[in-house]
């Protein structure tokens, strides 16, 4: 029995996929399979039934997950607890962040970190804004990078890195383009591209259009912001988005109206914090 046999197998619970978990572990399928059954073997039980062309959880598979998890934690707060107590800063440090935040904010700062700190494992899993900050509160990341919430967790620590100004945007050649001075209630009567409704940045935008008792024509839902970019580029709708997004293939609608969303840093104080996480706060606050 091994830790790579228990990480697969909360990988695959997590996917619900072998062929995903293949992927994000970076192995292969037969490896996948043999750690899975590895388990099997050792707890006398079956974990996995097949259905169709995936896997199906077994009763057995979801008992043993959080104590799994748990396990996991436990031994990564071990770990940190033993580099927190050294001097050379060093291990593993395993961070999320959004898509939009990792390709257009992080990469400066993450390369300055790794050619700072050669002895860390930069761990880093692209993920939504929502989905990163439970599993910060699930101890499942130690660090994210994400859109700020607008109603935080008081169980966890937030600092503001980035002031991120929204702006309602559509195809040049879209009918609202060619007009000015345009109101939320001209807005409503074209198709929309908005986050999906779970998302920080949807739940900014629709608080504006609540406020006048409004409610935009949502016709497609889309979590990357760089696939809403490109879907109102090509005329199927307008939508809000990051200033900083903005290209010719789009143009900024004439709307007077002010939105920003909080890009930042979110961890679990509770949490042993190994000096690589220390040091990377600590960075990204200067």
Request: no cysteine; net charge negative.
């Amino acid at each position: 029995m091994n830790l790579a046999a228990f990480e697969a197998f909360v990988k695959v619970m997590e996917t619900g996929s072998i062929s995903v978990a293949v992927d994000q572990l970076f192995i292969t399928q037969p490896a996948v399979t043999k750690r899975i059954h590895s388990l099997e073997e050792y707890f006398g039980v079956k974990l996995f039934e097949s259905a169709g062309r995936g896997v199906q959880a077994t009763h057995a598979a979801h008992s043993l997950l959080p104590k799994v998890k748990n396990w996991l934690n436990e031994l990564g707060d071990i770990h940190h607890t033993l580099s927190h107590e050294q001097t050379q800063i060093q291990g593993r440090l395993k961070i999320g962040t959004s898509h939009h935040i990792g390709l257009h904010h992080l990469p400066a700062p993450l390369k300055h970190f790794v050619q700072q700190f050669p002895q860390v494992t930069l761990d880093v899993h692209f993920v939504d804004s929502e989905q990163a900050h439970e599993k910060v509160l699930a101890g499942d990341l130690e660090l994210a990078f994400l859109t700020l919430p607008p109603s935080g967790d008081e169980r966890l620590n937030y600092i503001t890195i980035w002031n991120d100004p929204l702006v309602f945007v559509a195809a040049p050649f879209h009918p609202l383009a060619q007009k000015k001075n345009l109101t939320l209630q001209d807005l409503i009567e074209y198709p929309s591209l908005l986050p999906a409704a779970q998302t920080y940045t949807a739940q900014i935008t629709l608080a504006e259009f609540e406020k006048q008792g409004l409610k935009p024509k949502i016709t497609m839902s889309n979590n990357p912001l760089e696939s809403i970019r490109m879907l109102v580029s090509i005329g199927l709708g307008w939508s809000v988005l990051p200033k900083t997004l903005l290209n010719q293939d789009m143009q900024q609608l004439d709307l007077d109206v002010k939105m920003n969303r909080q890009l930042g840093m979110v961890w679990h104080p509770a949490r042993t914090q190994s000096r690589a996480m220390q040091e990377l706060i600590k960075m990204m606050q200067e």
